[in-house]
C-alpha cells in the first residue's frame, strides 16, 4: 500500500498531502515535489501526440532507492502522487490504477462540494477516509 | 552540468599530459629561490607550448601535436598511492577558496512558473577538478602519470657542474631502479635525462657557464643539456619595472586560501557556534534527514579544529608541491606577491623558449623513439608470441578461468602484471600515443588492451583501458566511430564496485560526465553524477550533486524541481564537508523553486538551515530574515518545533539587535493585522455612576455599523444645521470618535489635548506556541504646534523639531511624559494561535501633529505548559527575551475612482493615525435618571436627565436630535407644568397637569386655544432649555424628561445625539457630541379606533347647535395589552379632541355615567358629538392656532394642551397630515391635470375633518407586589369623515396578503372622484310619515314635500333636481306609475357655500300604498365647472310614506323623519 499520497493542484503547490505519521515527512514533500519535474515531461510528451485522448494514468514516474512513485493527471491538470515502498512487490500496476481511480472519483466529490472553494487544500473526512484506506497502516503493524 | 571556462577536448587533453621529474642540485635551488620558487614552479607557467610540434607514428606518419601541456614536478619519494586525508583536505581547501564573486553573471531561466537565478559557471567545481585530477596518484595499471623524462638541474655557481649532473643522474637511476621507492613512478625503464645548466646572471661568471655548457654538449649532445639563464634583474631596478606575475594564478591561490581557511576558522570556533547547536540540542528539528543530522553538527566542528590548527604548516606539509621547496612561513607570508622578483621579461622568454627546446627536441623525439620501439617490440610479437601466449594460455590456464572469478575474487582486481608483461607493452604505447595526441592508434591499442585484460579478467586494467578507449574515441577528430558511453560506465562500475577504487573511479565519472555534457546528454550526465555519491566523501557528493543539479536545469525541458531537490542535497553535503559558504549558496538557490509555492514543510526546512548556515557564517541579518519567513508563514509544523524556531530566532535575534542599538528592528511576530486597527479620542466612559445612567456614547465595544453611521451622520448634520441658522456649513464633517477601516479616514483626525488617544491594535499569534509580550506600547512622532502638518515632506522637513519616544523606548527608561504621556502594558500574553487585542493609551500634553508610528515591546516564548526538561533550559528561555518594534503601517482603501485608479492597484490615503491635537475642548457628560427600558405603547413617563460639564471650559448651545423625535420632550416653555424638579419628590406623582372637577353627567367639553408655536420644534433637534444656556465648567443640571412608548409594540432602538459647542470661538473644532442609544421595549396596550360621520339631524335642528352641522365621532377602544397578569386594567379617563376647524362637544354615550373600564380584551365603544369650532377664528389668521378640548370621564381634567399631554400630541400627530396631503395632491396632479383637480381639493375638503382625538387613559400594573399606575395617551387623527382612522397603523394586515399585480393598475380618478362628489350635497326630504286621503271624495292626493338641500362644501355647487321618472328598468317603472310628481319637476339652483335650502315639492298619488318618495335625482357640480363634472347624488335608501284612504275625517299631519 501507499506510503504517501499527494494532490497538487494545477498551479504545482500541495492541495493535499498525507504520509505515513511514522516517517519523515519532509522527505516525501521533497519527493513528491520532485516527482512534478516527471509529470510535467510526461505530459508534455503526450500531450503533443495525443491531445485529448491522454491517458490519465502516467505510471511509474521514477523509481528511488526506496520507494516507487507513480503518478496520474486528471484532465484539469491536478496531479495525484502516489508513492509506494520499493520492497512492496506485490502491487501490481492494475492496483495502482485502480487506487488511483479511487482516489480520482474521491476528489471529484470533494470539488462537487458547493462549499469547498476551489484552490484551497482540501479538507473532508471523507477524502481522508479514502487516503486512509489506502495506506499502510504502520501504526497497526509496527 | 554547469558551464566551464574550459572546452572538453581541452579538459581531457589537458586532464593527461607527459609527466617530467626534476632533481636539482643545492646550488640551483638556491638561485631558484631567489624568485621565491622552486624550478618546478618556476617552470609552470611556461609548460603550455604555443609552436606545434611533430613526431612520427610508427608508419611514418606525421602526427601534429598541439597545444601540448607537460607537467613538471619534484621528485617525491614518499609513498604516496591512496588518496590520503592530507589530500582529500587539500581539496576542501580548494574549494573553500573558490567562493562565486558578489556581482558575477547570473543565469535567469525561466522554466515553468519559475524564474531561476543561478551562476553558470562552478568554477570551485572546475579547481576541485583540476586539483583532484593531478593529484592522482600513479598507479601500476596506467602509465599516463608516469614520469617519461627527468630534468637535472644544476647551477653554474657550483664547483664541478658535472660532477653535480653525474650525482644527480645516479641519484635518479637510484629512485628509478633500486626497489627502494615504489614512487615515484617511471614511465620506461630508461628515462630521458635532460641536463639543465643553470646561470645567475645577477653572479656574473658567464663565461664560465658558457664553457661549462659546452662541455655538457660534447657529453651529453646539444639535444640532450640545455643553459637556462636567468635572474638577470637587479633588486635594485625592482621599483621601476611592472613585471607580470604568472606563477600567481598557480600559487597564489594557495596563500588566498590559507588566509580564508583563518577566517572560516575564527569564525567557525566563536562562542555562540557552540551555542547555539546547544540550544537546539533538546529539540532538534525532525526535518533534518535522519542520521544526517547529527553528522551535521559534529562534522563541521572537527573540520574546523583540524584546519585551523595546522594552518600553514599543515597546508605546505601536505601540499606535494609545496613540500619540497620547504618554505619558512615568514618568507611565504613576506613576498606573497613577489614571484619571479628576480626574473625580467627576458628571463619568462628565456625559460619558455627552453622548455619549448625541452619538449620539441628531448621529449617527443624520445617519445617517438619510444613508440616506435614498443610497436615493433609488438608487431614481432604478433605472429608468434601474442598467439603463442594465448594458445599457452589457453592450454595451461583455460579450464580455470571461471573459476579463478568466482574462488578468489580479489585476484579479479589485485592481478599484477609483472612490468614487462606484453599487454602492458601496448597499454604503454596506448597512452604514450594518446600523450602526444595520436589518438586513432592509441584507441587501437586500448581496444587491444581492453580485449587481453577482460580475457585475463584482470578487472582493474580492463577498466583503465575501456576508459581511456573511450576518451580517445572521443578525442578522434574526425570521429569514424560514435563514442562508447557503455565503455565508461563499464569502467566506472569496474572501478568502482569490482576494484573499489572510488578515485578512479570518480576520475571516469568526471570525464565522462563532462564528454557526455558536451553532447547534450545531460539527463544520463546525471545520473552518472549522482550515482558517484556516496557515503566515504561529502565534499565529493556535494560537488556532483551540485553538477547534477545544473544537468537537470541545462536540459531541453529544464526540470526545475530535481534541481532544486538536488541542490538541497548537494547543499546538504556541502554543509556536512564543512563548506557553509556554499551550503548556503545551494540552498539559496533551491529555495528560488520552492519560495511561496505552498509547499511549506520543505520551504521551512530551508529556511532554517538557511538562517543557521547564515547566523554561522556571520550573515546574522539574513538569518533574521530566514528565521522570520518560519515564523511568519502558515506553517504545518508541529507546535515544540515552532517552539524551537521562535526560541533560535530569537537568539539570532538577539545577537543581532546586540550589534547595533541605536535603532530598533522590526519583529515578526505577533503579526499585527494593521487595517483593523482602531482608534478611539477620548475618555473611556462611565456606563452608570449610581442610578445614573450614562449616555452611551461610543466605545471601542462596539462594532462599526455602517447604517448607524450613516444615521448618526445625518442626525449630526441636523443639528449643525440648526445651530447654523438652517444651513449645514460646506467645511461640515461628521464627528468621528472611533476610527477603523471603514471610516473616512482621508482627513487628519482631531484629538483634544489632555483627552486620551486609545489605539487598538489586533495582533494575532500565527504559532502553535504561546507568545509573551511585555513592556508594550506606542511609538509616536510628535511636532509641536507650528510646523504646517500635511504631506509626508512636511513631517520631513520637520524631523529636526520632531520629538520622538523612540529612544526613551528603546532604552527601555521612562519615556518623556512632557509632550505625550505613553501608558504602558506591562503584560501581554498570547496563546497559541490567538488573536488579541491590545488597547494602548496616549495622553497629549500639547497642541501639534502627533503620528503614531508603531508598537514597541518584548518579545519572549511564555513558558508553556509543558514542563521543561531542565533548568538550564528554563534559563535559557528566560534571557530569551529581544525588544524590538513593528510598524503601524495602514493601507487605505483601494481608490476605484478615475480610469487609472481602476487600472492600477492604488490606494488611498489613511490619517487614523496621524491626529492633530487641539487645545482643550469642553466636555460634557450626560445622565439619565429614572429612565425606563419597557413602556406600553403610548404610555407616558417622567425622566430626568442631567447634563454635566466636566472639562475646564463653558460649553453651551446645547441641542439634541433624535432618530424618534416623538419619544420624548422636555417640556415647552409656556406650558410647563409646575412640577417638582427633583426626582425623588415626584415618585408618584402623575405625569400630567390636572385640575379637579366634579363631574356632571352631559358635561360640555372645556376647551383651551393653544398655538401650535409653544409646542413646535423643528422636526427632529430640539434645543435643551438649561438655565442661561450655558454650562459652566465643573456645572451640572438636570432637567425633566417626558417620554412616550412608542405606538407600535416591540424593541425600539432609539437614538439620542446631544451638540454643544464652546464658549470661546475659532477653535478647529467647532462643536462636540455625544451619542446615547436607549431600547425600549413597548407593549401593546390599547387600540382606538375612530370614526365620524356627518350627522343627519336636519339642519333646523342643528341650527341651534353651534356650527353648521354636527358630526358624530365613533370611538372604540380595545384592551389588547396581552400581558393578563401585569396590567389589570386600563381606564379611559379622559378624551380630548384637538383640531384647528373641530372640536368634541360632548359625550353621548348611552353609558355615560361611568368612567371606561377595560380588563383584558374588552372593548369599549365611546360617542362623542363634533363641532366646529369657532369659525370666525377659524377663518381669522391664527389658523395654527389649536383648539383643544378635553372630556373627562373621570374625576379630575387632564389639562391637554400642556405639558406632556400637548407636545406628545403635536409631536405624534402633526407629521403625518402635510405628508399626506402632499402625497394626494402628487398623486392627482399626475393622474389629471385637468381643473379636476380642483375639484378634488374643493371636495376633498368638504370632507375634511382634520380632528385628532387624544385618548388618555390609566392602567393599573401589578408589579413585584405593588400596584402601579401608568398613564398614557393615544392619538387618533381623523382625516376625512366616513373614514375608520386607527391609533395602530394598519399596514401590518395589509401587506400580508397583498397580490402581486403583474400588470400596473389603472387608475379610476374618475369613479373615485364622483363618490367623493356625491357628497358635495345632502339632500333631506320632509313629508309626513303617513297621511290620509279621502281617494272616495278626491281621487287626487297632493302631499307636500320638503326636499332640504344643504351644500357641505365650501364653493358654490350648481344643483339641478329632475323629478321626472328616468325608469331604467320595468319594475321600477310599475312602482313609481302609481304617483307623480307634480308641478315644476326641474330646478335649477345654485348653493353658496354650506348654504341650506329648502325646496317645497308636491307628490300627486292616486290611490292609497306605500311609495317611495325618494325618486328625486340631484346633479351637483361645482358653479365654475363645466357640465362634465356634473355627478348624480348619492341614491339614497328610499323614502317611504303611507297614504291611507280616509274614510273616516283625515287627521293631522305627522312629520316622519325617515331616512
Redesign the interface.
Known amino acids: 500500500m501507499a506510503v504517501c499520497i499527494a494532490v497538487i493542484a494545477k498551479e504545482n503547490y500541495p492541495l493535499y498531502i498525507r504520509s505515513v505519521p511514522t516517517q519523515n515527512e519532509l522527505k516525501f514533500h521533497y519527493t513528491v515535489h520532485t516527482s512534478l519535474d516527471v509529470v510535467e515531461e510526461k505530459i508534455s510528451a503526450v500531450g503533443k501526440s495525443l491531445g485529448d485522448q491522454r491517458e490519465l494514468y502516467l505510471g511509474l514516474l521514477y523509481p528511488t532507492e526506496d520507494y516507487k512513485v507513480y503518478g496520474y493527471v486528471t484532465n484539469s491538470k491536478v496531479k495525484f502522487v502516489i508513492v509506494v515502498d520499493s520492497s512492496n512487490t506485490s502491487l501490481r500496476d492494475n492496483e495502482i490504477r485502480s487506487m488511483f481511480r479511487k482516489l480520482h472519483n474521491s476528489f471529484t466529490d470533494v470539488m462537487c462540494n458547493p462549499f469547498h472553494s476551489p484552490g484551497n487544500t482540501i479538507q473532508s473526512k471523507a477524502f481522508d477516509g479514502i487516503v486512509s484506506g489506502m495506506m499502510v497502516q504502520t501504526a497497526s503493524t509496527v | 552540468m554547469a558551464q566551464c571556462v574550459q572546452s572538453v577536448q581541452e579538459f581531457v587533453q589537458d586532464s593527461f599530459v607527459p609527466m617530467v621529474a626534476v632533481l636539482c642540485s643545492e646550488e640551483a635551488e638556491r638561485v631558484t629561490r631567489k624568485n621565491n620558487l622552486n624550478f618546478a614552479e618556476l617552470l609552470r607557467p611556461f609548460c603550455r607550448l604555443t609552436s606545434e610540434g611533430h613526431i612520427r607514428d610508427p608508419n611514418n606518419q606525421v602526427q601534429v601535436v598541439k597545444n601540448l601541456r607537460i607537467c613538471v614536478n619534484n621528485v617525491v619519494t614518499s609513498p604516496n598511492t591512496a588518496f590520503s586525508p592530507a589530500q582529500r583536505r587539500v581539496l576542501n581547501e580548494v574549494v573553500l577558496s573558490c567562493q562565486p564573486q558578489e556581482g558575477t553573471a547570473t543565469n535567469v531561466i525561466t522554466a515553468?512558473?519559475c524564474d531561476l537565478n543561478f551562476s553558470a559557471t562552478t568554477p570551485w567545481f572546475e579547481a576541485y577538478r583540476e586539483n583532484f585530477l593531478q593529484s592522482m596518484p600513479a598507479s601500476e595499471h596506467e602509465f599516463l602519470n608516469h614520469y617519461l623524462a627527468c630534468l637535472l638541474v644544476v647551477s653554474s655557481t657550483e664547483t664541478v657542474p658535472v660532477e653535480q649532473f653525474l650525482k644527480l643522474s645516479q641519484e635518479q637511476h637510484r629512485i628509478q631502479h633500486s626497489g627502494d621507492y615504489t614512487n615515484p613512478k617511471w614511465f620506461i625503464p630508461n628515462t630521458l635525462k635532460y641536463y639543465v645548466l643553470l646561470h645567475d646572471m645577477s653572479e656574473g661568471g658567464e663565461q664560465r657557464a658558457d664553457s661549462v655548457y659546452e662541455d655538457m654538449k660534447q657529453r651529453y649532445g646539444h639535444q640532450g643539456c640545455y643553459l637556462l639563464k636567468m635572474n638577470s634583474r637587479t633588486f635594485s631596478a625592482e621599483e621601476d619595472e611592472q613585471i607580470p606575475d604568472p606563477w600567481s594564478q598557480y600559487l597564489h591561490r594557495n596563500n588566498l586560501q590559507s588566509q580564508e581557511v583563518l577566517d572560516d576558522a575564527a569564525v567557525n570556533s566563536a562562542a555562540v557556534e557552540n551555542n547555539i547547536s546547544a540550544a537546539e540540542g533538546d529539540s532538534h528539528p525532525?526535518?533534518e534527514?535522519?542520521e544526517a543530522s547529527n553528522s551535521l553538527e559534529s562534522h563541521p566542528l572537527q573540520l574546523d579544529t583540524a584546519s585551523s590548527s595546522g594552518s600553514l604548516h599543515t597546508l605546505s606539509a601536505v601540499n606535494p608541491e609545496l613540500k619540497k621547496g620547504a618554505r619558512d612561513p615568514e618568507s611565504l607570508a613576506g613576498g606573497a606577491g613577489s614571484h619571479g622578483a628576480s626574473l625580467t621579461l627576458n628571463d619568462h622568454d628565456h625559460i619558455r623558449q627552453f622548455i619549448q627546446e625541452f619538449t620539441f627536441r628531448g621529449l617527443l623525439p624520445h617519445i617517438e623513439k619510444n613508440i616506435r620501439q614498443l610497436n615493433d617490440q609488438l608487431v614481432s610479437r604478433k605472429g608468434l608470441s601474442r598467439s603463442l601466449f594465448t594458445a599457452t594460455k589457453k592450454w595451461f590456464g583455460g579450464g580455470k578461468v571461471p573459476e579463478k572469478g568466482i574462488s578468489e575474487p580479489k585476484s579479479t582486481c589485485g592481478l599484477l602484471y609483472p612490468p614487462e608483461a606484453p599487454e602492458l607493452q601496448i597499454r604503454k604505447m596506448a597512452d604514450l600515443c594518446f600523450l602526444v595526441q595520436h589518438y586513432e592508434l592509441a584507441y587501437s591499442c586500448y581496444h587491444t588492451a581492453k580485449k587481453d585484460f577482460l580475457s585475463d579478467q584482470a578487472m582493474l586494467y580492463a577498466a583503465g583501458a575501456l576508459e581511456m578507449a573511450a576518451v580517445s574515441a572521443f578525442l578522434q577528430a574526425g570521429a569514424p566511430r560514435p563514442y562508447p558511453a557503455h565503455y565508461m560506465d563499464t569502467a566506472i562500475q569496474t572501478y568502482r564496485d569490482v576494484c573499489k577504487n572510488m578515485v578512479l573511479a570518480e576520475r571516469c565519472a568526471l570525464l565522462s560526465a563532462e564528454i557526455l555534457k558536451s553532447q547534450v546528454k545531460y539527463s544520463d550526465a546525471a545520473t552518472l553524477l549522482i550515482k558517484m555519491t556516496s557515503e566515504d566523501s561529502d565534499l565529493r557528493s556535494a560537488l556532483l550533486l551540485e553538477q547534477a543539479a545544473h544537468c537537470?536545469i541545462n536540459m531541453r525541458?529544464p526540470?526545475?524541481?530535481?534541481f532544486?531537490?538536488h541542490m538541497?542535497l548537494a547543499g546538504h553535503r556541502f554543509s556536512k564537508a564543512g563548506q557553509r559558504r556554499h551550503a548556503l549558496r545551494c540552498y539559496c538557490q533551491a529555495m528560488q523553486v520552492?519560495k511561496e509555492?505552498?509547499?511549506s514543510?520543505?520551504e521551512d526546512?530551508i529556511n532554517f538551515t538557511i538562517g543557521r548556515q547564515s547566523f554561522t557564517l556571520s550573515h546574522p541579518e539574513n538569518a533574521v530574515t530566514a528565521f522570520r519567513q518560519i515564523l511568519t508563514n502558515d506553517s504545518r509544523q508541529t507546535a515544540t518545533q515552532q517552539g524551537a524556531f521562535l526560541r533560535e530566532y530569537l537568539y539570532v535575534y538577539k545577537s543581532v539587535v546586540l550589534g547595533n542599538e541605536d535603532r530598533l528592528p522590526q519583529l515578526p511576530l505577533p503579526c499585527i493585522h494593521s487595517s483593523a486597527t482602531r482608534v478611539y479620542f477620548g475618555h473611556e466612559r462611565r456606563l452608570a455612576e449610581g442610578e445614573k445612567q450614562a449616555a452611551t456614547h461610543v466605545s471601542l465595544d462596539q462594532e462599526y455599523d455602517q447604517d448607524l453611521a450613516a444615521m448618526w451622520c445625518h442626525l449630526e448634520e441636523q443639528l449643525v444645521a440648526a445651530a447654523n441658522r438652517g444651513i449645514v456649513p460646506a467645511t461640515f464633517q461628521p464627528t468621528q470618535c472611533c476610527l477603523n477601516s471603514q471610516t473616512d479616514n482621508l482627513r487628519f483626525p482631531l484629538a483634544v489635548a489632555e483627552e486620551p488617544i486609545i489605539v487598538e491594535v489586533t495582533f494575532r499569534n500565527p504559532l502553535k506556541v504561546p507568545l509573551a509580550l511585555s513592556n508594550l506600547s506606542l511609538l509616536w512622532r510628535f511636532t509641536a504646534e507650528g510646523a504646517t502638518p500635511s504631506e509626508e515632506k512636511t513631517t520631513e522637513e520637520s524631523a529636526g523639531e520632531a520629538v520622538t519616544n523612540e529612544e526613551a523606548l528603546t532604552e527601555g527608561t521612562t519615556p518623556k511624559d512632557d509632550v505625550v504621556t505613553t501608558e504602558i502594558i506591562l503584560e501581554f500574553l498570547m496563546g497559541p494561535e490567538e488573536t488579541k487585542l491590545a488597547r494602548l493609551r496616549l495622553l497629549p500634553h500639547s497642541t501639534g501633529q502627533l503620528n503614531i508610528v508603531g508598537v514597541v515591546y518584548n518579545l519572549a516564548a511564555a513558558s508553556s505548559g509543558e514542563p521543561t526538561p531542565s533548568s538550564e533550559g528554563q534559563q535559557a528561555l528566560e534571557v530569551m527575551v529581544v525588544r524590538g518594534r513593528q510598524d503601524l503601517k495602514i493601507q487605505g482603501p483601494r481608490l476605484n475612482q478615475t480610469k487609472e485608479d481602476k487600472m492600477l492597484v492604488r490606494h488611498g490615503q489613511d490619517r487614523r493615525l496621524d491626529p492633530i491635537i487641539t487645545p482643550p475642548m469642553p466636555l460634557m457628560e450626560v445622565f439619565f435618571l429614572q429612565f425606563p427600558t419597557a413602556l406600553l405603547c403610548g404610555e407616558i413617563r417622567k425622566a430626568y436627565v442631567e447634563f454635566c460639564n466636566v472639562s475646564g471650559g463653558a460649553l453651551c448651545g446645547l441641542r439634541v436630535a433624535s432618530t424618534h423625535p416623538d419619544f420624548f420632550t422636555f417640556g415647552s416653555q409656556t406650558t410647563t407644568p409646575l412640577t417638582p424638579v427633583s426626582p425623588t419628590s415626584a415618585e408618584n406623582c402623575s405625569a400630567y397637569k390636572t385640575t379637579a372637577t366634579t363631574r356632571q353627567p352631559g358635561s360640555v367639553a372645556s376647551e383651551t386655544l393653544v398655538s401650535a408655536k409653544d409646542f413646535s420644534q423643528l422636526s427632529g433637534v430640539m434645543e435643551i432649555p438649561i438655565e442661561g444656556g450655558t454650562l459652566q465648567p465643573g456645572e451640572s443640571t438636570q432637567l425633566p424628561l417626558w417620554l412616550r412608548g412608542p405606538d407600535q409594540e416591540g424593541v425600539h432602538e432609539i437614538n439620542f445625539l446631544f451638540y454643544y459647542e464652546s464658549t470661546t470661538k475659532g477653535i478647529k473644532i467647532s462643536h462636540r457630541v455625544l451619542r446615547h442609544t436607549v431600547f425600549i421595549c413597548a407593549s401593546r396596550s390599547l387600540s382606538v379606533q375612530a370614526s365620524a360621520c356627518r350627522s343627519s339631524v336636519p339642519p333646523h335642528h342643528s341650527v341651534d347647535e353651534k356650527g353648521s352641522g354636527g358630526t358624530l365621532v365613533f370611538v372604540d377602544v380595545e384592551n389588547i395589552n396581552t400581558s393578563e397578569a401585569g396590567v389589570r386594567e386600563f381606564h379611559i379617563i379622559q378624551v380630548s379632541s384637538s383640531s384647528r376647524h373641530w372640536c368634541l362637544h360632548k359625550c353621548i354615550n348611552p353609558a355615560n355615567d361611568k368612567d371606561c373600564k377595560l380588563t383584558s380584551r374588552e372593548r369599549a365603544k365611546l360617542c362623542f358629538r363634533a363641532t366646529r369650532c369657532k369659525p370666525h377664528q377659524a377663518t381669522s389668521a391664527a389658523v395654527e392656532k389649536y383648539t383643544f378640548a378635553d372630556l373627562n370621564l373621570g374625576n379630575e381634567r387632564i389639562i391637554s394642551s400642556s405639558t406632556p399631554c400637548g407636545d406628545f400630541f403635536f409631536r405624534g400627530c402633526r407629521p403625518p397630515q402635510p405628508q399626506r396631503v402632499d402625497g394626494t395632491s402628487s398623486r392627482t396632479s399626475s393622474t389629471n391635470k385637468s381643473p379636476a383637480s380642483d375639484i378634488s381639493n374643493i371636495v376633498r375638503k368638504c370632507n375634511e375633518l382634520d380632528l385628532n382625538i387624544i385618548v388618555i387613559w390609566k392602567a393599573y400594573v401589578v408589579e413585584d407586589n405593588k400596584q402601579l399606575i401608568l398613564e398614557g395617551q393615544l392619538h387618533v387623527a381623523l382625516q376625512t369623515i366616513g373614514k375608520e382612522a386607527s391609533s395602530l397603523t394598519p399596514k401590518e394586515e395589509a401587506q400580508e396578503m397583498a397580490l402581486l399585480k403583474f400588470k400596473a393598475e389603472v387608475p379610476a380618478p374618475v369613479a373615485l372622484l364622483s363618490a367623493e362628489l356625491s357628497q358635495l350635497i345632502k339632500t333631506n326630504l320632509h313629508y309626513p310619515e303617513t297621511y290620509t286621503h279621502p281617494f272616495v271624495q278626491e281621487s287626487l292626493c297632493v302631499v307636500p314635500v320638503t326636499l332640504t338641500l344643504s351644500n357641505c362644501s365650501s364653493a358654490p355647487v350648481d344643483v339641478l333636481i329632475d323629478l321626472r321618472h328616468k325608469s331604467s328598468s320595468p319594475e321600477s317603472l310599475e312602482v313609481h306609475s302609481s304617483f307623480t310628481w307634480v308641478g315644476q319637476t326641474q330646478y335649477k339652483l345654485q348653493l353658496k357655500p354650506l348654504e341650506v335650502l329648502c325646496l317645497t315639492l308636491r307628490a300627486c298619488f292616486l290611490q292609497a300604498g306605500v311609495y317611495n318618495l325618494n325618486t328625486p335625482r340631484v346633479f351637483a357640480k361645482l358653479a365654475e365647472q363645466g357640465a362634465m363634472c356634473e355627478t348624480s347624488q348619492q341614491a339614497a335608501s328610499p323614502a317611504l310614506i303611507i297614504i291611507n284612504s280616509a274614510r273616516v275625517q283625515p287627521q293631522g299631519d305627522v312629520l316622519g323623519l325617515l331616512d
Do not use: E, P, Q
Not at chain 2, 559 to 562: A, F
Open positions: 515553468g512558473d525532525s526535518t534527514k535522519g537537470f525541458n526540470m526545475v524541481r530535481k532544486a531537490f538541497i520552492y509555492r505552498g509547499w514543510l520543505a526546512h
